[in-house]
């Protein structure tokens, strides 16, 4: 089965509205990071959180190892931060990374 | 800076042909990895390396062969391009530390007709 779920899949927002969004994993991890993607773009590391709470301006990351759970919220969004945001699990068993699907983030002016 | 590069950046090739990405990193990671991501969807990994000479499979390696000659570079292999492996290619770079994070490459987007 899949080792890392995200959720939602796609989300469209009005500017100025805030964003949560969830990645939620099924074996023990190691760490957790949280990327950027434009549009056929490389991938912009954003957070690498293991565990607690990070924040970065608008941006504020939350792992909870034992509910295996990650967040990323994003404060205020802006149409700059429409793309796609993934998470990326690395397991403890074997060093082995496993990222997420993706939300597909999209903020209407 | 942490830097990877890749090359080409974008390959139309015919089915059967031979096809080599190559991935370059001057972070002196012992970690390097090939992922492809298809429309819609996260990475899968393809082959990873855990230092010059080493090669392991991903979770996808079926038709793809890696390289890794030296600590720099890490090539990924199609010896017979098939239409199923149009894709977009990234190869990234880690290693164990303080933190472990990878580093990635623009990617290649890679059409095989």
């Known amino acids: 089965g899949q080792q890392v779920q995200q959720s939602p899949a796609s989300l469209v927002l009005q500017e100025g509205e805030n964003a949560e969004l969830q990645c939620n994993f099924s074996t023990s991890l190691n760490s957790m990071q949280w990327f950027y993607q434009r549009p056929g773009g490389s991938l912009v590391s954003l957070f690498y959180?293991?565990?607690g709470t990070k924040h970065s301006g608008r941006l504020t990351s939350t792992t909870v190892i034992k509910e295996r759970r990650s967040s990323l919220h994003i404060s205020s969004s802006q149409t700059t931060d429409s793309g796609t945001y993934l998470c990326?699990?690395?397991?403890?068993?074997?060093?082995?990374?496993?990222f997420g699907d993706g939300t597909q983030l999209v903020v209407k002016p | 800076e942490a830097a990877v590069t890749q090359s080409p950046r974008n390959k139309v090739a015919v089915t059967g042909g031979k096809v080599t990405l190559s991935c370059n990193q001057t972070n002196n990671h012992n970690n390097m990895y090939w992922y492809r991501q298809d429309t819609g969807h996260g990475l899968r990994l393809i082959h990873y390396?855990?230092?010059?000479?080493?090669?392991e499979k991903g979770d996808i390696p079926d038709g793809y062969k890696a390289s890794r000659p030296s600590q720099e570079n890490f090539s990924l292999i199609l010896e017979l391009a098939t239409p199923s492996q149009t894709s977009v290619y990234f190869c990234?770079?880690?290693?164990?530390?303080?933190?472990?994070?990878?580093?990635f490459g623009p990617g290649t987007r890679l059409t095989v007709l």
């Open positions: 959180n293991p565990s």
């Open positions: 390396s855990y230092g010059a000479g080493s090669t």
């Open positions: 990234a770079s880690g290693d164990w530390g303080a933190s472990y994070e990878q580093y």
């Open positions: 990326a699990l690395e397991r403890t068993s074997n060093n082995r990374i496993f």
